[in-house]
């Protein structure tokens, strides 16, 4: 199921991508530690904040309907242990 948050998704992801083989390219041009380490903190941001995004978008979209209460219930405790 595709969401309307998706697309927005995929692009953060992708420049999340982009930064990480530039993290990877800084690592083989043997920069300092320090400029690596603050890069790569800035991808897993960037990465947590895209997962974050989909986890609420798609729990709004479970709470949304109200047919399956118990259903919806378990999978937004199993949701709830990826934030």
Known sequence: ???AS???IIKR???AEGHLRSVIAMME???PC???AQQ???VEA????AKRELIHDHI????EGGENTRHDLAEIKQLAKYL
């Open 1 to 3: 199921m595709t969401h």
């Open 6 to 8: 998706h697309p927005g």
């Open 13 to 15: 992801l992708k420049r």
């Open 29 to 31: 041009q043997g920069r």
């Open 34 to 36: 320090l400029d690596l």
């Open 40 to 42: 790569l903190h800035a």
């Open 46 to 49: 960037a990465v947590a904040n």
């Open 60 to 63: 709004e979209h479970c709470l």
